[in-house]
């Protein structure tokens, strides 16, 4: 069954082929030179919202269409809930666009696996300057191969900011929380005066595993460990893990999150904590997006960004936020000739200095150093932009957990919020990330 | 005999297209899906074959069983609210008076909202801060029954089902109100002067006579409930910690969040599985009734 479909797939794309051959050939004719021959270019991502940074994207897509009239580009903006699923169906198919958005981590690993992917690298030889201005880590998760890399982040995925209420910490005379200590002074404090102090909308339930748990771990085993116990040479069933699941239970069982922070979502926490129904946020720089977005100057004075606090005692080092490169465009295999320049050119456009700057303009995190002092953005995307940039990036769990282990550490955190025992939670973890590390 | 034939042949070819839109659409990709449950496979790259090793690994994992009970849940509470309540509505609003259509129509009003819209307001009744129901408790000085509806493992599988039950009633407040206008009024009268009133009339003659009605709301019941997806995908996404996980969303969950395919395939036919020995149980039950 699946040879016919093969065949079927083969036979389709030798007419088109040749349909394409045809069409070029008489273009060719027209035009003698052969320059301006069209070249069918297609392109897939996920910025099909509304917010500021699908819009430049978009943007970007556009003007580079603008400057090619002599590439017919076909643009499809899917958007994000579904485009995974939509890149894996066409991956299966081995139908895929020349030039798609693929996230870092799990999906770029599985499409390098699978051998549907080939590397950008004459772009870097072409611009080496570009790409040394890059953060530190920024190809971690592009680099397959020693010297070639797939593609080049668009985005930095900050994903544990401690936003803060600053009128509520003077009303109620709390210090900002450095330490772990300090913070659970300050939860005590907001609780007794009716406030809630931590937001969190857990109904999608990878919102605690990739906000709180990355960076609060970090901080107890440290980086290496985690690293370590990902390729299975540490256990997650290890004390170390189970004493930093008991720092997020603490955090729950002394009532940090507001009631039922597991039926609501992470749209609906930031509404209540904008609206100073909660003291404090911790979130990622999507958070910096959606507030920008929806929230009143009014509403937005009070609000202060950090780090979150140090734990004493921990083997990670304080002061960091976990993240990583967010996600970029990579080039597909099939790709090739004309096309394949063409495609390039498309990726370059969008992500080299120009595109990096228009991201960042649009409040968006970029992995990509460069001074927005005189920049077109907001005062607290650059207070954000400021701290990232000062603070070391440590990794976020399911961006280096196998997609089952990702999915068990998010509901063993629903879990741990509904009495569960750490224990059970630290073993269905280990488990299922040692079945992915033995395939 | 060649004019039947040729009629035969006539209503076989009219039937083709349908079949053949049937076929390719609804049994080949069961059959599809059936074969891909014997592979490990990520939906990317080759497929292992392993037998019967998803099956039985989905036998020993404790959230299958889970996601079986609150679909089984689903089912009864789909029978003994859905039925019921619909058929005492159709019995009420029987005549074709203005009030009767409109309670009527408010009553089918759910069924045409999007299962999206009519998650996401029920999401927003159950909201634990400011939603309406806990705020309506809140007044009434019910305080202590004020919970987390959808977040609370203790409750949350009952709360999902009451939206799913309200949205479904008017389809089969329609089907049974064309049932009961069907009596022919022969038997009506018949009724009335051998002195059948009430409820006598409606347990010796009414139900009776729609019995094979009800049988068939049973079954749409029973398959309805077995293939709920969307409303709990988005009250919930089956959680917190996969405590509302039906049998359709833990095959999704597993297809497209964590990407075991096959896994995912042989859970989609195991919901066929049950779906048919659900359905032949009822039909040997009613069968006996009748």
């Known amino acids: 069954m699946k040879k016919r479909f093969t065949w079927v797939v083969t036979l389709i794309a030798l007419i088109s082929l040749l349909a394409a051959a045809c069409s070029s050939g008489s273009d060719t004719g027209s035009n003698e030179g052969g320059s301006t021959e069209k070249v069918k270019l297609t392109i897939w991502h996920n910025f099909a919202g509304d917010d500021l940074r699908a819009k430049a994207v978009r943007g970007l897509i556009d003007e580079y269409k603008k400057n090619n009239p002599n590439v017919e580009l076909d643009a499809q903006a899917i958007p994000v809930d579904g485009y995974r699923q939509r890149l894996s169906t066409v991956a299966a198919g081995n139908e895929m666009p020349d030039v798609f958005f693929v996230y870092a981590g799990s999906q770029s690993q599985e499409f390098y696996d699978a051998g549907l992917l080939q590397p950008i690298t004459p772009l870097a030889e072409e611009y080496p300057d570009w790409k040394a201005n890059f953060m530190d880590g920024a190809f971690d998760r592009f680099e ?136 404090m946020m911790i979130s990622g720089a999507w958070t910096l997006t959606n507030l920008a977005a929806s929230a009143t100057d009014e509403q937005m004075a009070p609000i202060e960004v950090t780090t979150m606090p140090a734990i004493e005692g921990g083997a990670g080092a304080p002061g960091t936020i976990s993240g990583g490169a967010g996600g970029g465009f990579a080039l597909s295999k099939n790709t090739e000739g004309a096309v394949k320049e063409a495609a390039l050119d498309l990726i370059y456009a969008i992500s080299g200095p120009d595109g990096q700057k228009a991201i960042a303009e649009s409040n968006s995190m970029v992995m990509y150093k460069m001074d927005l002092e005189n920049a077109n953005v907001s005062p607290l995307y650059l207070k954000a932009f400021n701290v990232a940039k000062e603070a070391g990036i440590t990794p976020v769990y399911d961006a280096y957990l196998s997609a089952e282990a990702g999915e068990a550490i998010n509901n063993g955190l629903q879990e741990i919020m509904m009495g569960g025992k750490l224990e059970d939670v630290a073993k269905k973890l280990q488990d299922a990330q040692a079945r992915s590390t033995q395939q | 005999m060649p004019s039947s034939l040729r009629a035969r042949s006539f209503v076989t070819l009219a039937l083709l297209p349908a079949l053949l839109i049937f076929l390719t659409f609804g049994i080949v990709p069961i059959i599809w899906s059936a074969y891909y449950g014997f592979f490990d496979w990520s939906g990317l790259g080759a497929l292992k ?15 299958f069983w889970r996601a079986l009970k609150n679909n089984l849940i689903l089912v009864a509470s789909a029978i003994i609210g859905q039925v019921p309540i619909a058929l005492l509505l159709a019995l009420l609003l029987l005549k074709n008076s203005m009030f009767n259509r409109i309670i009527r129509s408010a009553v089918f009003m759910p069924m045409v909202l999007s299962t999206v819209v009519v998650g996401l307001i029920w999401g927003y ?107 709990v995908i988005v009250m919930t996404g089956g959680g917190p910690a996969q405590s509302t996980e039906l049998l359709a969303t833990y095959m999704y969950n597993n297809s497209f969040t964590v990407y075991r395919y096959g896994y995912g395939s042989a859970v989609s036919t195991m919901i066929i599985l049950i779906s048919a020995l659900l359905i032949g149980l009822n039909y040997f039950i009613t069968k006996r009734r009748s």
Not at chain 1, 197 to 202: C, D, S, W
Not at chain 1, 238 to 257: G, P, S, T
Not at chain 2, 49 to 61: A, K, R, S, T
Not at chain 2, 177 to 197: R, T
């Open chain 1, 144 to 279: 397959f191969e020693e010297g070639q890399i797939y593609s080049a982040p668009v985005g930095l995925s900050a994903t544990s900011f401690l936003y803060y209420n600053k009128d509520l910490f003077e009303r109620y005379n709390v210090t900002v929380p450095t330490t772990w200590t300090e913070l659970m002074t300050a939860v005590k404090t907001f609780n007794d005066n009716g406030i809630t102090p931590i937001a969190l909308g857990n109904k999608a339930p990878w919102v605690a595993q990739s906000t709180i748990l990355g960076s609060l771990a970090d901080r107890v085993t440290g980086t290496e460990w985690f690293l370590k116990a990902v390729k299975g040479e540490a256990s997650f069933t290890d004390q170390v893990f189970i004493d930093a699941l008991a720092k997020f239970k603490e955090l729950v069982d002394n009532k940090a999150f507001q009631e039922g922070a597991n039926s609501i979502d992470n749209t609906q926490a930031e509404q209540y904590f904008i609206q100073g129904n909660a003291a």
């Open chain 2, 125 to 231: 009744i159950y909201q634990p801060q400011f939603g309406l129901l806990n705020t309506m408790l809140d007044m009434l000085g019910l305080d202590s029954w004020v919970r987390a509806w959808l977040s609370d493992p203790k409750v949350n599988m009952y709360a999902v089902s009451i939206p799913i039950n309200w949205a479904n009633i008017g389809p089969y407040l329609v089907i049974f109100i064309a049932a009961l206008q069907n009596i022919s009024s022969e038997v009506n009268d018949a009724a009335k002067i051998d002195g059948a009133v009430g409820f006598r009339k409606l347990f010796y003659v009414t139900l009776p006579i729609i019995w094979d009605t009800i049988i068939v709301t049973i079954i749409l019941c029973i398959s309805g409930s077995l293939k709920a997806f969307d409303h």
């Open chain 2, 49 to 63: 074959f392993v037998g019967l090793d998803n099956y039985e690994m989905m036998l020993q994992d404790p959230i």
